[in-house]
């Protein structure tokens, strides 16, 4: 969508003219749909966050090839290694790539394990090698790995092992599933109970309006965080993970409905007494058909953006309270279990890649952050 | 002004109400009775409980009686002898465990409010007047990143650089030989050399939330028709901008201090774990862990009625400052 110029007066050639009317006719003919994908185009960093959001999630959901290894397998020779060196060139001479293997040594002066490369022999990194087997998508038996070493060769840490030896990089990718999922759940039962009481408040008014205004105004002036730790060191220790992870993602909407309601009744305040509205009570529509046919559409966009913005707190919530020890608990494995290793500054001191999923986190967030604010400037796509 | 304080206190009495019940229900929420566990932490001690003590216990908070006289004389306890119960996990009475720490995770939350709009102020304006510089970019971007950083994550982060490049240790409060020194001048002064540290990482978020709001107003101002005609009448730029669209522009230093004192409350708790800072944060994480729920519930209860008053205050300050608030009523 190119500035276009209004006077066609001017002394231009007729060629260019036609091209600007062209393109104005192209800007009048479009779709709403379209109006929007171009403003969105439009902003750098959103066209950027989106891109990456989607393979951050393809990531998750094909963590079991990506990664080398399954996320509960141990190396006990390995425990604590420091993210492995590849080698792209030998002697000044560019090659496949390739590793060491890692040999352990007993420090003399700290009587600690220290980790040192091993020369004598190079491991060429292979892709899609065979290793254990894993059920992709939860039904299909596979056992190839997108990379790692011939068998017998040592094994492939990107991002070194945690102290019972664990793969970080297997961990990082299998803990973004639940990272980055109760995002989206979350947002969902938020944006449910959001459109159903913002909707009840705005449509109708009244006291109802007023007592759930009310609701929202005691939910935004406490402080959130403690009350999250309260109830979730409430939750039973021995429940398993898939309820823990529903009992959390319901703690976290409990506070997070509170803005989308807000959006959804605003909204429908301003749009209840527009014409349309009226012109369709005036054709005999009822009340659910109104709000479904045409005030829901009306700002769905708006409600997107909301929804978007809404996703990072949850995320952070997550991650949050897991560090804590007080959301999720192993085994279930998220960013914010992973780095519950890395509560203690001796750890981190000694470890430091123990912090990468804190990377992801801050990545993640910082992503969406980006595409929200795209998207908030292509719902309007006639504003300038 | 009085009718609309008056006005103001009596809507927060519900809400005081509303959480005092929250508060109630996370500390009946844990499986069993306060009794049972806290008899049986002091058996694992190896005290026993005397029968008498047991039924002094039963009587003072009425744990005999139905939920609801429970939670009578728990919030009369509260108000009229100021008692929040016991810390079994302490076995002192909660008031003397929070007092100290309260009080710090006060301060800390004042100072860190009061470092955002020092820092906020002059940036927000600056940008604003060279919108679309390399300046203005700059803090564009880094407000950004700034909204997105979890307190805890860069409080990790700190921790680690300060320990591993500088080889210092920027936890805690105190220097070691402060700490269980009682108040002084030096105690004083060593804390000011601590409490910069988590002032600023709680501040992050809301320093960039507040550079972003202040841009934002001011450039709404600057387009106004009375600032058009104040420079056709030829008012020196600098007086024009600082005495009108200025003064305009910086009214969400008080109008936002409602939503993020529950933010800096918050996160000031989550920071002072990870910074391990002798605050409200510590104490609540381990009552939580160790499900010493008085002592949990009533820090509940303190930190949201604090904040509850915070915003309070700042919503009287703004009706002070800005009278169309003060006739407009509550619902504006």
Known sequence: MKKHSTNFSDNKDSEEELEIYKEEEKFYRASQRQLVWWKFKKHRLAMFALPLLIFLYLLAIFADFFAPYSPETRFPNYLGVPPTRIYFSSEGKLQRPFVYDMKRELDPKSFQFKFTEN?????????????????????????VHLFGTDSGGPPVFLFGTDTLGRCLLSRTLSGARISLSIGLVGVFLSFILGLILG??????????????????????????????????????RNWSVVRTYFAITVILSLFGWCSLARVVRGKLLALREEDFVMAARLAGASEWRIIMRHLLPSFASHLIV??????????????????????????????????????????????????????????????????????????DPYAR | MLFYIIRRIITVIPLLFVLSLVSFIIIQLPPGSFLDTYISTLKLSGTEVSDAEIARLIKLYDLDKPMYVQYFTWIKNIVLHGDLGRSFQWNRPVKQLIGDRIGLTMLISILTILFTWIIAVPIGIYSALHQYSLFDYFFTFLGFIGLALPGFLVALIVVWIAFSSFGISVTGLFSPNFVNAPWTLAKVVDMLKHIWVPMIIIGISG???????????LLDELRKQYVITARAKGLPERRLIFKYPVRIAINPLVSTIGWMLPGVIGGEVIVSIVLNIPTTGPLLYGALQSQDMYLAGSFILILSTLTVIGTLISDILLAWVDPRIRYGGVGG
């Open chain 1, 119 to 143: 020369r004598t022999r190079k491991y060429p990194i292979r892709f899609f090698v065979e290793g254990e087997s894993y059920k992709l998508l939860g039904f299909l038996s596979v056992n």
């Open chain 1, 199 to 236: 909707g009840i408040s705005g449509y109708f008014g009244g006291t109802i309006d007023e007592v759930i205004q009310r609701i929202i105004d005691f939910l935004i002036s406490i402080p959130g965080i403690p009350l999250w730790m309260a109830l979730s060191a409430s939750l039973p």
């Open chain 1, 306 to 379: 909301s929804i978007t913005l809404s996703i990072p707190s949850m995320i952070l919530g997550e991650t949050a309270l897991s560090f804590l020890g007080l959301g999720m608990r192993p085994p279930a494995i998220s960013w914010g279990v992973l780095l519950q290793d890395a509560q203690e500054v001796i750890v981190v001191a000694q470890r430091p890649w123990q912090l990468i999923p804190a990377f992801f986190v801050i990545v993640t967030v910082l992503l969406f952050n980006f595409l929200g604010d795209g998207l908030r400037d292509a719902v």
């Open chain 2, 207 to 217: 320093t960039a939330g507040l550079i972003r709001t202040i841009r934002a107003n």
